[in-house]
């Protein structure tokens, strides 16, 4: 049935405020005109967040029995989401009635009100054997007018309000996610340059400092009287306990020596 088809709704002398129903709406993902009409655009109905009300059970407590109304507000067709809400909440019969079933007869027409709610009336006062059954089939039918949008935009708003839904998701805490988890991922590649370069240093070094050895090598080999002089002048100089020091705190420097001075001893004799 589509929404044109049903008989214009009645306010039954209710005021509500038009803008203030479609802004609040609208933090919710509905896109209302005004209090009494939708947006016309052709795939707002698909896009549009699909109300759940289920009614989970009863218990009673001080004397009055209470019914436990699960609810959620799917986005993206009940696709896993950032935006979608659950909750519940507990309410007695005479509350349900005058809060949500008696204001949703003001604000529909007598056949308006037939046409939705056939098959599925409300349940009878004084919560006699069956309550919680047709309880389930009343909030089902509402749900149903809800995401096919053939009610008008003032029931979603006093289902809503009424339900007690939570406070959307702002914007600003899923930009603030996003940021954190991108700031995450360049700390992770900034770690991994700096890594990269760190590695990319120290084998520089590396080769330099065979380089070095490979070429005081090269120069002990044709002046072997120079390297022995030179050898000797450092150890009379420094003494044992000098080059040992150096030798510590230099390995690939005092290899590279020793190297050359065992090269050039072997090209003396």
């Given at each position: 049935m589509a929404p044109e088809e049903l008989p214009r709704a009645s306010r039954g002398g209710s005021v509500l405020d038009a803008e203030a129903v479609r802004t609040?709406?609208?933090?919710?993902?509905?896109?209302?005109?005004?209090d009494s009409n939708w947006e016309a655009f052709p795939d707002h109905v698909?896009?549009?967040p699909l109300l759940e009300i289920q009614v989970a059970g009863h218990e009673e407590r001080e004397g009055h029995t209470w019914y436990q109304l699960v609810c959620s507000l799917l986005h993206g067709g009940g696709a896993v989401g950032s935006r979608n809400l659950q909750w519940r909440g507990y309410w007695r019969l005479a509350q349900l009635r005058e809060g949500l079933h008696n204001p949703v007869r003001e604000l529909l027409s007598h056949d308006a009100y037939m046409k939705i709610f056939h098959g599925a009336p409300f349940a009878l006062r004084g919560g006699p054997r069956g309550t919680t059954r047709r309880l389930r089939g009343w909030c089902g039918a509402l749900s149903s007018c809800i995401n096919q949008q053939l009610c008008p935009p003032s029931i979603v708003w006093l289902s809503l309000r009424f339900l007690e839904v939570p406070e959307p998701r702002s914007l600003t805490g899923d930009v603030k996610s996003s940021a954190s988890t991108a700031a995450g991922a360049l700390r992770g590649m900034l770690g991994t340059i700096g890594d990269s370069m760190k590695h990319r240093v120290e084998q520089a070094q590396s080769q330099a400092a065979e380089s070095a050895s490979s070429s005081a090598a090269a120069f002990a080999a044709r002046n072997p009287r120079t390297a022995r002089a030179a050898a000797g002048s450092t150890m009379g100089?420094?003494?044992?306990?000098?080059?040992?020091?150096?030798?510590k705190q230099n390995p690939q420097a005092a290899f590279g020596i020793m190297k050359a001075s065992a090269r050039a001893a072997a090209a003396a004799f």
């Open positions: 609040y709406l609208a933090r919710y993902g509905f896109s209302a005109m005004t698909m896009s549009a100089q420094f003494g044992a306990k000098a080059t040992f020091s150096c030798a």
